[in-house]
């Protein structure tokens, strides 16, 4: 069993900044199960859609319309994965919710956090 829980969300000016945190209660990226984790958001009415991504390797995938204001990060020691959220628009509002792939022998398990509220007013 694997929780997530985010934090770091909240309200936010157009052309503002947020760092969203998902701590994870197992280890990250140390070939122990967890070998991707990826942040989504979801907008009312709305289906949920990838914001970004990290494998085991470093290797990073945004959605289009955050490709250079995201980034995603993570830091092994802390179990964290990051989201730093620049130039944030009023599209950006959402909830945004963590991600992970744990992978126990061979059988691939989904989990996802509770979600923070990311909300961007113009």
């Known amino acids: 069993q694997v929780q997530l829980v985010e934090s770091g969300g909240g309200l936010v000016q157009a052309g503002g900044s947020l760092t969203l945190s998902c701590a994870a209660s197992v280890s990250i990226f140390s070939n122990k199960g967890i070998n991707y984790m990826a942040w989504y958001r979801q907008a009312p009415g709305k289906q949920r859609e990838l914001v970004a991504a990290?494998?085991?390797?470093?290797?990073?995938n945004y959605a289009d319309s955050v490709k250079g204001r995201f980034t995603i990060s993570r830091d092994n020691a802390k179990n964290t994965v990051y989201l730093q959220m620049n130039s944030l628009k009023p599209d950006d509002t959402a909830v945004y919710y963590c991600?992970?792939?744990?992978?126990?022998?061979?059988?691939?398990?989904?989990?996802w956090g509770q979600g923070t509220q990311v909300t961007v007013s113009s």
């Open positions: 991600h992970c792939i744990y992978t126990v022998v061979g059988l691939k398990q989904s989990y």
């Open positions: 990290i494998t085991s390797g470093g290797i990073t």
